[in-house]
C-alpha cells in the first residue's frame, strides 16, 4: 500500500492507494476515532457494486452505516439532492461526531463533501473515489460543491476530507470512456509538473490502459503526490493551485456551450490542453516538439484534441469562459506551458489569439 499525506497541518490528511482497500475501510476509518454512526453516499451505479462491502467492512468495525444513493451523473451536483441527502442524515440521526462516505465518482465526492461540510455546520468525511479522476484529482483537496442552473461548481467550500482510500480494483469497473477521460488529468499533471511523468507515461500509455497494476498504482501516487504538494502550499487557490487548471479555461467553456452533453470533463480538458499547449508555443515559446508531444499523448490515449466551432459557437464559447469563476475584472486568465513539466498561471490571452488557435483554418 501506498500513503501519501496531503500537509495542511492539524487538517493534514492520508491518501491510502492500493489494490483490495474497500474491505478495510472500516479498520482504516477506526483509526481516525469517530463516532459510530455514519452514512454512505453512493450513486446507482456504483451503489450495488461497492456498497455491500463498505457496509460490511464499516459494520466489522462497530459502525452503523445507513446508505443514500443518489441518481447517477452531473444532475445530482443539485441542490435539491443536497436537500434530500440533509433528510436522510436527520432521519437516521446522524449527530456531530458522525461522518460521512463518499463511495463514488468526482459528482458524489463534491456533493457528499458539499453534504458534509454544511450538515450540523460541518461533520467528517471520508473519500473513497471509484474512478480514475477521482482518485486522481476531485477526491483530494477539499473542493466541494454543486451546480446552479447558472453554470458548474457555483455554489461550494473548501473542507478537506480525513482520509482519502483509492482501492484500484473499483477501476476494473469503470466504462473505458470514463477511464480515458481520467487519462486526460494524469497527463495533465506530466505538463504541469513533472516531465519524468509525461515521459514515463509516452512509454507506458499501453500498460496504463490495459490496466497493469504495478504501472496505475504508482502512477496514482504520482499524481496524488503532486495534487497534495500544491494543495498543501496553496489550499484555497491564491496562486499556485492554479496551475491544476491547466486545460481548464477552454475545457470548461466547451463542456458548458454543449450543455455537459457532448463530452465528459476529461474530454474537454483535453482538448483544452492541446489548445494551451498551441498558445503557449505561440506567447511563450514553448517548443514546437513539445506541442508536438502533447497533442499526440492525448491522441495516443483515445481523447479528443481539436473541436471544429462556427462563428456561433465560438461566440457562445468566449461567453461561456467569462462566466467562468477564474475570470476577474473580465479578463480570461490562462495557464500556460514553459516547456513540460513547468508551467506559469494568470496569462492574459486576447480573444483573438484563442480564435486562431481553435480555428486556425476560418
Ligand atoms: N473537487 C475537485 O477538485 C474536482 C476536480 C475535478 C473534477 N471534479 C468534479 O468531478 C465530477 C466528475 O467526476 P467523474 O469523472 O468521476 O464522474 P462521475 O462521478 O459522474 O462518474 C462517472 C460515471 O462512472 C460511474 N462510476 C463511477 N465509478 C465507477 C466504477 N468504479 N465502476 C463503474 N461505474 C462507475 C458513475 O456512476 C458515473 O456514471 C464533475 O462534477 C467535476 O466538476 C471535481
Ligand atoms: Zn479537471
Known sequence: MREITVPLGTRSYSILIAPKLLPKL???????????????????????????????????????PVTITVAPGETAKSLKTVQACYDQLAAHRLERKSFIVALGGGVVGDLAGFVAATYLRGIAFVQVPTTLLAQVDSSVGGKVGVNLKAGKNLVGAFYQPRLVLCDLDTLKSLPPREYRAGLAEVIKYGIIYDRDLFARLERELPKLQKLDPKVVGEVVARCCEIKAEVVGQDETESGLRAILNFGHTIGHGLEAISRYGKYLHGEAISIGQVAAAELSAALLDFPELDTQRVADLFRRAGLPTSVDLNASELKKLFAAMCLDKKVSDGEIKFVLAKRIGEVVWGQRVSEDMIRATLNPSR
Open 26 to 64: 472500516g479498520a482504516h476509518c477506526a483509526e481516525l476515532k469517530l463516532g459510530k454512526r455514519c452514512a454512505i453516499i453512493t450513486d446507482k451505479n456504483v451503489g450495488p457494486r461497492y456498497a455491500k462491502v463498505a457496509v460490511k467492512s464499516l459494520r466489522a468495525a462497530g459502525f452503523e
